[in-house]
């Protein structure tokens, strides 16, 4: 079976992290310096939760959403 996951991930400009969460996975919250270590983290911790939530492992597919906010001063 095939499990596709979508990973929201945001820039949190004050603490200087990547900040990872997904609906589908209730509990998930991943805080990672950069991108990389961020996915990175996800991929390691993931297959934890879902074996947690009592869901059958899956050949997992994930599709990371990325968002950045910026507030521009009006010329």
Do not use: Y
């Amino acid at each position: 079976m095939r499990r596709d996951i979508t990973i929201e991930a945001r820039w949190d400009g004050e603490a200087g992290v990547w900040l990872a969460t997904s609906p589908e996975v209730p509990g998930l919250v991943v805080e990672a310096p950069s991108w990389s270590a961020m996915i990175e983290e996800v991929r390691l911790i993931l297959p934890d939760f879902l074996e947690l939530a009592g869901l059958p492992p899956a050949q997992i597919s994930l599709t990371f959403r990325a968002e950045e906010h910026f507030d521009l001063a009006g010329s």
